[in-house]
């Protein structure tokens, strides 16, 4: 990425989350510069400002001052910092362990540049597989931090499924670092929606939750109602990658009142995990029948046998 600062993607080790704080810092002022999104042509759902965003992180890169290192000792002693998946004790928070960190399989480059899968040997920007020629998605690029196994299954379930919303601010600096391309060429930020039965038992949806931090931390327009599930869809779990596609197909859709904030726009598709990539697929088709200039697929984790690259 000519022009780009050297990439601290993958990080070495647990405490480089500043660097990508810092990474997120970049990405807001090379997007918008000084103006914020707001000057950029507008961000109707974004919770806090890009300068707020800004300041939040140059005070994270400068240190905290008297009253926070206060504030911040108090309440370490009330709620000493754990691992987020084991639960040890260690320095800070919102980071790991090294026996946790050890357990994560970043997805490193070089990757092909459509399915975001790790490819054998390095041919060059732009390369992409053998199964993205053969079978070429629906999105443009699909990227994801780490593979589904380890220790990024256990954070990935305890968002989902065990309402551990204090692993989201991790996981949302990884997603902006592992996705930095694709974060510098998106102008609004879209969660894959969950179906409405599973929101009301889960009264969250995981990959919203990962989207507004997206938003958040690199200043893109976030939206979450999007896209809607136009019919209900069976569980994806055991199904074949066949039986996935015809189980999603046409099963998204943008409302026609939000077409007109798609149309012509480069959007950011954020899901939890991709297994073979049918239901991002499938949202990308609704997307791009809306309009949609672009669609880019970020992703906690990736289900990739190194053998069998999936298409
Ligand atoms: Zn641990």
């Known amino acids: ?6 990439s601290k993607w993958p990080p070495r080790d647990g405490k480089s989350s500043l660097a990508a704080l810092n990474s997120g810092a970049f990405l807001a002022r090379k997007r918008f510069g000084a103006g914020g999104p707001e000057a950029a042509g507008g961000c109707e759902v974004s919770e806090t400002s890009l300068d707020e965003n800004t300041d939040q992180l140059t005070a994270a890169t400068l240190g905290p001052g008297l009253f926070r290192r206060v504030f911040t000792a108090l309440s370490d002693l009330v709620m000493p910092p754990v691992c987020l998946v084991c639960r040890t004790p260690i320095g800070s928070h919102d980071a790991l362990c090294a026996g946790c960190w050890r357990e994560i399989d970043f997805i490193r480059p070089p990757l092909c540049d459509r399915l975001g899968i790790p490819l054998p040997f390095d041919a060059g920007e732009g390369a992409v597989s053998a199964a ?3 079978d070429p998605p629906s999105y443009d690029r699909a990227r994801a931090v780490a593979a589904h196994t380890g220790s990024m299954r256990t954070l990935v379930h305890a968002l989902k499924f065990h309402d551990r919303h204090d692993v989201r601010r991790l996981l949302g600096k990884w997603l902006v670092e592992a996705g930095r391309e694709l974060v510098l060429d998106a102008d609004v930020v ?6 409405r039965r599973r929101l009301v038992m889960r009264r969250f949806n995981q ?9 958040q931390l690199a200043g893109i327009c976030y939206e979450p109602l999007t896209l809607e599930r136009t019919r209900a869809t069976a569980s994806q779990v055991g199904l074949s990658r066949g039986a996935r596609q015809r189980n999603v197909a046409g099963a998204f859709a ?9 149309r012509g726009r480069n959007i950011l598709l954020i899901d939890d995990v991709i ?17 949609a200039t672009r669609v880019d697929v970020l992703a906690l984790a990736l289900v990739t046998d190194r053998a069998v690259i999936p298409s």
């Open 254 to 262: 943008v409302p026609p009142r939000r077409e007109a904030r798609i």
């Open 1 to 6: 990425m000519r022009g780009l600062p050297k």
């Open 207 to 215: 990959a919203a939750i990962l989207a507004r931090e997206v938003g």
């Open 275 to 291: 297994t073979t990539g049918s239901t991002v697929g499938a949202c990308a088709r609704a997307l791009r029948r809306a309009g």
């Open 132 to 134: 993205a020629v053969a």
């Open 190 to 195: 879209v969660p894959v929606p969950l179906a």
